[in-house]
T-cell receptor, first 111, second 112 residues
């Protein structure tokens, strides 16, 4: 799985868009970008994933650069409940069993 | 509703007293996994199972056992718990060919 780099922490004002970056310069052509978040001491929650095209669901949008070396998770209108650790993970969709979460980005949404 | 359940949610026990943490999922997924989470060390995978009767070690398997006798259940067994196994434990499941994982609510274990 490709290595990812995320800033350790970010702040965002409530109601504004939160843009969380992730660098994955060694990504392979068949590797997907996955995003999870973990609200304090709760189980991690899947947010979104993508391969090449930008993706949007009810929780967030995922923007992947054309060269696929970086991506941005966008929470369009952040709320206090979006305060969490956000993990960016890059991996192939295989049945390979091992799984690794990095350190993620701690997003703090402030009133 | 898709669910991953863990029991117990909280457990305080003593060194050496065998315990089992249960995990059950209702999504008919073949893949299940156990993680532990400790401050400063993030989520680390303990064991995973690709299917019934198929289990394999993750990154930190020492001191743990698992079994997978039926698809929906994947218990984590600590035969002789020690204080360094005090941690927050998560069970997860996913469909085989995707990394979209669903996590349980967690079990906070304290071993004194």
């Amino acid at each position: 799985d490709a290595k990812t780099t995320q800033p350790p922490s970010m702040d965002c004002a409530e109601g504004r868009a939160a843009n969380l970056p992730c660098n994955h310069s060694t990504i392979s052509g068949n590797e997907y970008v996955y995003w999870y978040r973990q609200i304090h001491s709760q189980g991690p929650q899947y947010i979104i994933h993508g391969l090449k095209n930008n993706e949007t669901n009810e929780m967030a949008s995922l923007i992947i650069t054309e060269d696929r070396k970086s991506s941005t998770l966008i929470l369009p209108h952040a709320t206090l409940r979006d305060t969490a650790v956000y993990y960016c993970i890059v991996r192939v969709n295989t049945n390979a069993g091992k799984s690794t979460f990095g350190d993620g980005t701690t997003l703090t949404v402030k009133p | 509703e898709a669910q991953v359940t863990q029991n117990p949610r909280y457990l305080i026990t003593v060194t050496g007293k065998k315990l089992t943490v249960t995990c059950s999922q209702n999504m008919n997924h073949e893949y299940m996994s156990w993680y532990r989470q400790d401050p400063g060390l993030g989520l680390r995978q303990i064991y995973y199972s690709m299917n019934v009767e198929v289990t394999d070690k993750g990154d930190v398997p020492e001191g743990y056992k698992v079994s997978r006798k039926e698809k929906r259940n994947f218990p984590l067994i600590l035969e002789s718990p020690s204080p360094n196994q005090t941690s927050l434990y998560f069970c997860a499941t996913r469909d085989t060919w995707t990394y979209e994982q669903y996590f349980g609510p967690g079990t906070r274990l304290t071993v004194t």
